[in-house]
């Protein structure tokens, strides 16, 4: 179990039986300075592009943008079961899942998708790949559970915790998150401060993945059933977008996950 870095993306080899993978920002049709694999079309790229795009990230793994199912984001907690019946929804932009952060799935006829640039993507599975879910971590959704939520509700699903399997993709690291106090506070409410180090008297540097790790933990995922990516979205320009480094100019990378079709 570990991410690897290819030509086209970060590929999280969690099982036989699931695709997972993260998009870098390599490979599109966009022009700077969304240049070039923009995901979003919420930034001001030319729609043509991020459509391109977004068949060029699926289609290198064998899948079609028909199947990928898509939220709306809103950094918090919210955790939907995808069905079929869902195929396409936002895979364009258009009728989005809203209001949601998190995506579980027992059908292999779904490719589950959502949008990154800094913000933790967790990824999850099962020893025998019965499930797999997508979660959108950023520090709002950290401080208000999302993973422990999820592994709540695959445990509802007779999947105990110790038998999940999860993976923690590209994101911003604690080389490059400078936090302030209510974040500070949100964290530690939850995490303790282990993933916060002190910058000075107002702002601490997060280790967000860490947090996450923390509290997966908590929920009875093992130790060693848990993998991180070893990139640092705002570290590497070459490779990602960075909201935090690029501010609102920037673009969006992809996360995605599905079981084999078969």
Known sequence: MEFRLTESAVVFDVHPKVQAWFTTRLGGVSDAPFDTLNLSYGVGDRSEAVTENRRRAVRAFGRTLDEVVMPHQVHRNHIEWVSRQWRGRGSAGRDSIPATDGFLSDDSGVVLAMGFADCVPIYLTDFDARVVGLLHAGWRGT???????????????????????????????????????????????????EPLTVKDGTHWWLDLKLANRILLERAGVLPDHIVEAPFCTGCRPDLFFSYRMQGRVSGRMGGYICLNAS
């Open 143 to 193: 401080a208000a559970e999302i993973q422990g939520l999820a592994v709540n509700a695959l445990n509802a699903q007779g999947i105990d915790p110790s038998r999940i399997l999860a993976g923690i993709g590209p994101s911003i690291g604690p080389c490059c998150y400078e936090v302030d106090s209510p974040v500070y506070e949100a964290i530690t409410r939850v995490a303790g401060s």
